[in-house]
């Protein structure tokens, strides 16, 4: 089969191609056939990039609007696989992504369903996640890569077996072990806030996928629906607050980002629309099954793939195509 690395896209060689100088015809400009087969196979590298990030901001808006998880678990293992970020950079490009396609998402939601929100746990939802995503933006800089993949992918095992247990039936609201209105229970939401903002950050997953499972088999009054429609209340200022820390610390490509967004943005609304008309059930397993092959690609990354250079612009070595500006940081 190959290199499971083989489609993975150099960074930066998407751009308008530019003349190179011709040795053998002893002047600067000449272009000769070998130019034109690498203008060719630039072109056709920028158009199936392209496409790629068009599939993988639909897809994730999609998720984030369906299932209330954020958008990241599609756009970080995207970014890292095809594109070969590491795993900072991947999660600050994609908070920035998550920010724009959870408002939107949050917005389709209180249009199409408002009763799904639960205004108030949301707000206490929102105050323990800002902070517990300071804490874990504090921390970033001392955490290892390679630790940060092997965690990122033990919590897409998690996950998959939540949403596999809650598709199954056996993690529905009757499950539910605490009151929401109870001390416990306020503090049992404390505390999930606070690991959803600390996976925000360091995972660049919005939080969603701590609080859904939480709330499904914590609180018998949040279903599915609820808890989803709820998470994307905190997702938004957590992920700003997430993609701000990631920024100072140069991890953010908002090139990547901003070529993200257009399709997150009509994912997200479709998200809204589609998981309010129809059971979210089927669509729960599929994802489950992705969980997992994401999991096991980012735990165990193919031998030989080198991580990529910063994508500022900023390449190391001159190749024969023009890098844009204005993606880094």
Known sequence: MGDPDAMAFPRRQCGPVRNVEDPQAGRAGAVG??????????????????????????????????LGIGGGLVMVPMLMCLFRFPLKRAVGTSLVVVATVSLAGLVSEAMVKGSNIHWGTAGTLIIASLAGSRLGGKALPFLPDRLLRRLFAALLVFAAYRMLAMASGTLGPSTGILADHSILGSLAIVAVGMAAGCSSVWFGLGGGLIMVPAFSLLFGGFPFHA??????????????????????????????????????????????????????????VLFAGFLVVAAVRLAWPAQGSSPPAPTDGRRPRAPAVGSRSGSGS
């Open 33 to 66: 056939p070998a130019d034109g087969s690498r203008r060719t196979e630039s072109m056709v590298r920028a158009h199936a990039e392209q496409m790629w990030f068009v599939i993988g901001g639909f897809a994730a808006g999609f998720v984030s609007g369906f």
């Open 227 to 284: 808890a989803r429609a709820t998470a994307l209340v905190q997702i938004f200022p957590t992920s700003v607050l997430g993609a701000y820390q990631h920024g100072r610390l140069g991890t953010v490509d908002l090139g990547a980002a901003w070529r993200l967004i257009p399709a997150g943005l009509v994912g997200a609304i479709l998200g809204v629309l589609t998981v309010n008309w129809m059971p979210a059930r089927r669509c729960q």
